[in-house]
């Protein structure tokens, strides 16, 4: 993860200054979920990569995983396909990374207590991610399926950088409470937490709502915060946290501070009150996929793995 972390930071910083090449990503929509396209291309390292990703929220019925994906990584010279991964993986690692980038720039220093909004495979490595950049205490796992909450504890407590101290509590108030961290990783079309129950200080991670339609956090909440976004363009076409308080005349698309690479280059500052409200909202970037799988390729090749097969 924290290498993760590190390739993602760069490929953010590379996606503000204008180095990256990312068209906006198409989708296509079936009466039972959305896929995703998403290519881009880095200038700065030379990866070239597309990854298509589906989501079904119907698939754990079926037992599937609702998000499944696969990476494509081309040589930028040729044109032609060097290796083919699943990206259902490397989508939750590129997602909890980019969420370590945030949290390392945006929240407070001494941050202990983690409120985390979600129990499938992104709410795992979001947890790892900002207990790899910050020395959590404490994690409240609320899902409103208790039983995929403590399954969720029971596996992640201890794991890794992960305090001991995972429990997954029945409200969601009791999971914000004096909360300094808050990660949503959901697919719900509905606030998950209540903005007064936000302490000043927090800083928010809101990874799960990815469509004009879906809202994690309230418009209240967004209203008050410092918002950071992984792209400006993205977010105000798919992010349904920023859209909707916007077409409520709540917000207006300049209150969207700063892209994250912008901090990263330093155009601008990150937290600078000890009371600001921080919130990070992503929808997801080609450039993180191209970042995480290109370094993966790269280590692969380094120890020998894979399976090399003639096109």
Sequence with gaps: MREAIAVVRRAFGQLSAGRARVPVRSRVETKDGVSLFMPAYLEESGDLAVKI?????????????????????LDAR?????????????T???????????????????????????????????L?????????????VYDPNLFKAEILAQEMSGLG?????VRPVNTPAEAVRDAEIIVTATTSKTPVFNNK??????????????????????????????????SREACLVEAGDLIIPIRQGLISEA??????????????????????????????NAVQDVAVASQVLRVAQERGLGRM???
């Design 197 to 230: 129950d936000v302490v000043v200080g927090a800083h928010i991670n809101a990874i799960g709502a990815y469509t004009p339609e879906m809202q994690e956090i309230d418009a209240e909440t967004v209203r008050r915060a410092k918002v950071i976004v992984d």
């Design 92 to 126: 939750a690692l590129r997602t909890g990374a980019a969420s370590g980038v945030a949290t390392e720039l945006l929240a407070l220093r001494d941050a202990g207590i983690v409120a985390l909004f979600g129990a499938g495979v992104q709410a795992r490595t979001q």
């Design 53 to 73: 990703v589906s989501v079904y929220s119907g698939n754990p019925a079926l037992g599937l995983p609702t998000t499944s994906a696969i990476v494509v990584v």
């Design 309 to 311: 097969i003639d096109l």
């Design 161 to 165: 950088p992960i305090p001991s101290k």
């Design 255 to 284: 209150h969207i501070y700063a892209e994250i690479g912008e901090i990263i280059n330093g155009v601008k500052p990150g937290r600078e009150s000890p009371r600001e409200i921080t919130l990070f909202k992503s929808v997801g």
């Design 128 to 140: 790892e991610a900002v207990c790899t950049v910050r020395d959590v205490r404490e994690v409240r």
């Design 78 to 90: 040729t044109g032609r396909p060097v290796a083919i991964m699943d990206g259902t993986w490397l």
